[in-house]
């Protein structure tokens, strides 16, 4: 089961550089179910993951590269390209996504949490600015099909997400 929150932030933290950092690049087979392939370093895997906004099943299997290289011209809309750095907060890690390319300028915050009551209540440090957990137009998923719009533009809007007017931060 995965559980997280995710955050559109005010700021950079300071010393960025000081963390753990990794190169993802990923694409969609399946957006309902979500079925991913995705390249983080030099690993390669399939995702597949249940509908659901915090909460949801997640299964992870490993992949050649033969196979992800395979499957690439397969996935669906615009193949996303970010920098993932991996930050302490506490007891948990706030997976700090810079997205490049297609999906730039949205710099996202993830923290996965054991239970849905840990994640309700945790309380996020002062620089992230509003939880859009339950946003779907920030999901990967979403991104991949629809795009991201720059903050001062409208998003594009599909039918269910109608009326849809949060704005994610200009950094």
């Known amino acids: ?8 932030i005010s700021k950079l933290p300071e010393n960025l550089s000081d963390y753990p950092c990794h190169q993802i690049e990923q694409g969609y087979l399946c957006t309902d179910p979500v ?3 995705r390249r983080q370093d030099d690993s390669f895997i399939l995702t597949y993951k249940s509908g659901g906004m915090m909460s949801r099943e997640e299964y992870n299997l490993p992949l050649t590269e033969e196979a992800y290289e395979h499957l690439r011209p397969k996935t669906d809309g615009i193949f996303l390209s970010k920098k993932r750095y991996c930050i302490p907060f506490g ?3 706030i997976e700090l996504d810079i997205f490049e390319q297609d999906a730039a300028p949205l710099i996202l915050a993830e923290v996965e949490f054991p239970s849905e009551e840990e994640a309700n209540a945790f309380v996020p440090p002062a620089w992230f600015l509003e939880d859009v957990t339950w946003q779907p137009y920030y999901h990967n998923s979403y991104i991949s099909r ?3 719009q720059a903050p001062d533009s409208k998003w594009k809007k599909d039918p269910q997400n109608a009326g849809c007017e949060s704005r994610p931060v200009r950094i």
């Open 1 to 8: 089961m995965e559980i997280e929150r995710k955050f559109l």
């Open 146 to 148: 629809h795009g991201y």
């Open 91 to 93: 007891k948990y890690t």
């Open 35 to 37: 079925v991913r392939i």
